[in-house]
C-alpha cells in the first residue's frame, strides 16, 4: 500500500505540473490552435515524449495504485487518530471511485484509445450538463451540483491556507528548511486548485440558471476564463504557478506522507 500511494502522488503530480505548463502557454502565447490544459492535454504531451507510451503506461499503473490505497483506507481505516471515521471511510470510497476513472481513462489512451484520457474536459462537462438539463428538476439536480463544487473549492481553499495538510504528513522527517517549503508548496497549491475547482463551480449554476450547457465549463476553458478578465494573463499565470506548486507539493506527499491503513507513519 505504501508504494501504491507514493506511486499515485507522483504520477498525480505530474499530471498537475503538465497542465501547469500547458496553462502558461495558454497565458502568453494567445492559446489559439494549443492543447488544452486538462488532464487530456497533459497525456498528449506525455505522448509525444521519448518513451511517451511507457511513461503512459506507468502513470496509469501508478493510478490504479492511488485507488488500490484510497479503497484499503475505506475498508481499515487511515492513518491517524481520526482515521476509521465514518466520514473518513466515505471519502477514501469517493476518491477510490475517482482514481479508478482516471487510471482507466490514461490506461485506456496508452492502449490507444485516443478519444478516452485525452478527450476534452470542456466538451465532456458540455454533454454532461445538457444531458442533466434533460431530466426531471435537472435544472435544479445541476445548480445544486455547481453549488457544492464552489463550496467544495472554497472548502479546499481554506484548509490549504489553515495547513490542514501537516497532519498527513511525517513532519518529524522534515528540517526546517524543507518544510518551510513543503509547507509554502502546500499553501500554494491547495489554495489554486480550490480557486478553480470554485470558478468551475460557478459556471455551473450559471448554466443551470440560464439553462444554457455551453455555460459550463470543463478545467480548460475554466482556466481561460481567467485569462480573459481585466488582469489578463497574468492572473491565469498566478494560477498555473499555483497548480504547478500543488503538482510539486503531490511529489512532497509522494515522499512524506503518512500512507498506513489504521496506522501510524510509514518509514
Request: aromatic share 10%; hydrophobic share 50%.
Amino acid at each position: 500500500m505504501a508504494m501504491a500511494a507514493r506511486a499515485g502522488f507522483a504520477a498525480r503530480g505530474l499530471i498537475y505540473v503538465l497542465v501547469a505548463v500547458l496553462a502558461l502557454r495558454i497565458a502568453f502565447g494567445g492559446g489559439g490552435g494549443q492543447r488544452q490544459a486538462d488532464r487530456g492535454g497533459a497525456l498528449g504531451e506525455l505522448a509525444e515524449r521519448p518513451f511517451g507510451s511507457a511513461l503512459l503506461w506507468i502513470v496509469g499503473i501508478a493510478l490504479a495504485g492511488m485507488a488500490l490505497w484510497r479503497l484499503s483506507e475505506a475498508v481499515f481505516g487511515a492513518s491517524g487518530p481520526d482515521g476509521s471515521k465514518l466520514s473518513r471511510r466515505a471519502a477514501a470510497l469517493a476518491r477510490f471511485i475517482f482514481y479508478c476513472f482516471v487510471s482507466y481513462s490514461v490506461l485506456a489512451y496508452a492502449a490507444g484509445s485516443r478519444g478516452s484520457g485525452s478527450g476534452s474536459s470542456d466538451r465532456h462537462t458540455d454533454d454532461v450538463t445538457a444531458r442533466v438539463l434533460e431530466w426531471p428538476a435537472g435544472q435544479w439536480l445541476l445548480g445544486l451540483a455547481g453549488a457544492g463544487v464552489v463550496v467544495a473549492g472554497l472548502w479546499i481553499s481554506v484548509r490549504a491556507v489553515q495547513r490542514k495538510f501537516l497532519k498527513h504528513l511525517r513532519t518529524e522527517a522534515l528540517s526546517g528548511r524543507t518544510r518551510s517549503v513543503v509547507e509554502a508548496l502546500g499553501v500554494t497549491g491547495g489554495t489554486a486548485r480550490g480557486v478553480v475547482f470554485a470558478a468551475a463551480g460557478v459556471f455551473a449554476v450559471v448554466a443551470a440558471v440560464r439553462h444554457q450547457p455551453g455555460r459550463a465549463k470543463g478545467m480548460d476553458d475554466t482556466l481561460r476564463a481567467f485569462r480573459d478578465l481585466p488582469a489578463g494573463p497574468w492572473l491565469l499565470a498566478l494560477v498555473a504557478v499555483g497548480l504547478a506548486a500543488f503538482g510539486l507539493f503531490s511529489w512532497c506527499n509522494a515522499r512524506w506522507r503518512k500512507v498506513r491503513p489504521g496506522g501510524g507513519p510509514v518509514g
